[in-house]
């Protein structure tokens, strides 16, 4: 996926970008600045993680969310989809319900999770990669992820020595219009 993201600069006419990743496409945008320093002007790492084994593994209870059968109807996967991030600690729910049932259009499946995880954990360590990361790089994690425990966002900041790294709190009470903490 590294690739596909290159081609895209590729495609789209830029020499190099300002690149932005959250969760699995952090891990993509951060291959991609290892790999190719030049197409990167700056990195930002969002709840992602460095792909060793014992950093950044999601909570037991949202994994118990994620497994089991795949839903067999549109509102079952919009359901099962509203009540992980409910879990999770994500708002706006309406604009996630209206998201899952577009997915659920594209791919009625259910195989999306599992192929995401497969691609996930075949992408392996990145860890000794990350130090050769030349941009500016800004690694932003919740500090209550249960998705991508926060040790990911650490030892991503920890394996780029010249990122700066910054964990948000966002009190599970607030609401859509205050969902956005301010990073410092």
């Known amino acids: 996926m590294a690739g596909d993201t290159v081609g ?7 020499a190099d970008v300002h690149l932005v990743g959250v969760s699995m496409g952090g891990m993509i945008a951060q291959t991609v600045a290892a790999l190719t320093p030049a197409r990167v002007r ?14 950044g593994r999601p909570a037991w209870s949202a994994l118990r969310r994620m497994g089991g ?4 109807t549109r509102q079952a996967h919009a359901d099962r989809l509203v009540g992980m991030y409910r879990h999770i600690g994500s708002h706006g729910f309406p604009a996630v319900r209206a998201c899952a049932e577009l997915a659920w259009e594209r ?10 995880l497969a691609a996930i954990v075949k992408s392996g360590d990145r860890t000794a990669r990350l130090a050769a990361i030349a ?7 919740g500090d209550r992820d249960r998705m991508v425990n926060p040790t ?15 964990a948000t709190s966002a009190e599970p009470t607030q609401s859509r219009s205050d969902d956005a ?3 410092p």
Request: proline share 10%.
């Open 8 to 14: 895209l600069i590729d495609a789209l006419g830029f």
């Open 42 to 55: 700056t990195l930002t790492s969002i709840m992602s993680t460095t792909g060793a084994r014992r950093v």
């Open 69 to 72: 059968r795949p839903p067999a």
């Open 107 to 116: 791919d009625p499946s259910g195989q999306g999770v599992a192929r995401q």
């Open 135 to 141: 941009a500016p790089t800004l690694v932003i994690h």
């Open 152 to 166: 990911g966002g650490g030892a991503t900041a920890r394996a780029n020595p010249g990122s700066s790294s910054t």
């Open 181 to 183: 903490p301010t990073v």
